[in-house]
């Protein structure tokens, strides 16, 4: 590499760091309060919160990434026309192509970045987000059980605990089930505690009473016990027991698309192939990205006004960059033989770079004066 593409990498690489480091604060920022209202709203400690905002930086980087390396690109492009160093190597000989190389470097960087997070961290992460989310939905103590307060977990039923004592066992306790359109139940005992089942938590009450109510016939029967366990899985409705989210599916199951795959997600063939190919195709718009905003620039000349309009086209091909991946993502769940338009867009993109070097790079004519 010589000198002069080690100081353009330089500089890109500084920049994007910088820019990187801020769109995810922004992204995160955002994450972090609706994680906030969530977690310590249903109970959970402050290091669950951390927990949770750590697994979901993976993927708040990898949706920035891109963004980054397009806005290093059109600042340091920008930087060195005002400067008239770009100009300086164009007088020595310097193509448009030429010029371009050491924004190529950096955009196949940012694609390796985008790559090891879009196919190896990211569902990783996602994976144990997912195991955590069913671990906390089935934690019943976190999400409603408050003590001295008349709770609602579920449509009909009805639960009172006087005292959670530091140890876990929940003191004079009262629930209420009239869900049932032929009996009224309510449960009573003196304390009680709550155990892990296969899919619910289980409510263990020692020493209580349970009383039936027939509401046609006004019969009432109470049975007493010494222990009782009652299944919570018909009380509550519990999240994360189901199927596997498609975002924590490793890239190489995504693609073969087994029917075990499809039955653990619940998704369709289309929609396996859409995930795992705009994994392999989401690096590309890295490299793409950075391309079009040097050569979006390049088409302007040294101005004291900068380069607003070149700037504007760069941003202009950017959003259209985006629309087209957008459709093509739409596409492709629809039809599982479409995958390949997920290519398009960063094939598009870098074919439209290009095409804007070609144009850089062509003599301009000037207009002579009548």
Same mark, same amino acid.
């Given at each position: ?18 820019? $990187? ?38 993927? $708040? ?7 980054? /390396? ?22 020595? /000989? ?35 987000? /997912? %195991? ?45 089930? %009239? ?20 899919? +619910? ?19 009432? &029967? ?52 859409? %995930? ?55 596409? &492709?769940? $629809?039809? +599982?033989?479409?995958?390949? $338009? ?17 144009? +850089? ?10």
């Amino acid at each position: 590499m010589s000198r002069f593409d080690r100081y353009i990498l330089s500089q890109l690489l500084a920049l994007f760091g910088f820019f $990187a480091l801020v769109l995810v604060a922004v992204y995160w920022v955002n994450r972090a309060v609706g994680l906030f209202d969530q977690l310590i709203g249903d109970g959970q400690s402050a290091l669950v919160f951390l927990e949770f905002t750590i697994l979901t930086l993976p993927n $708040a980087i990898r949706l920035v990434l891109p963004v980054a /390396g397009f806005a290093a690109a059109v600042y340091v492009t920008n930087r060195l026309m005002q400067e008239s160093e770009l100009v300086v190597m164009q007088a020595t /000989g310097f193509s448009a192509f030429r010029l371009a190389r050491p924004v190529l470097y950096f955009g196949l960087i940012v694609m390796l970045m985008q790559a090891v997070l879009t196919n190896l961290l990211v569902p990783a992460s996602q994976r144990v987000l /997912g %195991e955590r989310s069913a671990e906390i939905s089935r934690n019943v103590t976190a999400r409603f059980l408050n003590a001295g307060q008349f709770m609602h977990p579920a449509a009909g039923v009805t639960l009172y605990i006087r005292e959670i004592s530091p140890t876990g066992e929940l003191l004079d306790l009262f629930l209420s089930d %009239e869900r049932s359109p032929a009996e009224r139940t309510i449960h009573s005992a003196r304390k009680a505690f709550l155990v892990r089942g296969a899919t +619910a938590p289980k409510l263990v009450m020692v020493d209580g009473s349970t009383q039936t109510l027939t509401r046609n016939g006004g019969r009432m &029967a109470v049975t007493r016990f010494s222990d009782f366990t009652l299944d919570l899985a018909g009380l509550v409705a519990f999240d994360g027991g189901g199927q596997v989210a498609l975002n924590a599916i490793p890239t190489r199951e995504l693609l073969a698309a087994t029917p075990g795959a499809q039955a653990a997600t619940g998704a369709r063939l289309s929609e396996m192939l859409e %995930e795992g190919h705009s994994r392999l195709a989401a690096p590309l718009l890295a490299v793409a990205a950075p391309l079009i905003g040097f050569a979006a620039l390049m088409l302007g000349s040294f101005s004291r006004f900068g380069l607003w309009r070149q700037m504007t086209l760069a941003v202009a091909l950017l959003i259209a960059e985006q629309l087209v991946w957008t459709w093509a993502g739409s596409v &492709a769940i $629809a039809s +599982a033989a479409a995958w390949p $338009a997920l290519y398009l867009a960063p094939l598009a993109g870098i074919a439209t770079a290009a095409a804007l070097l070609w144009q +850089a790079q062509r003599p301009r004519r000037r207009k002579v004066p009548a």
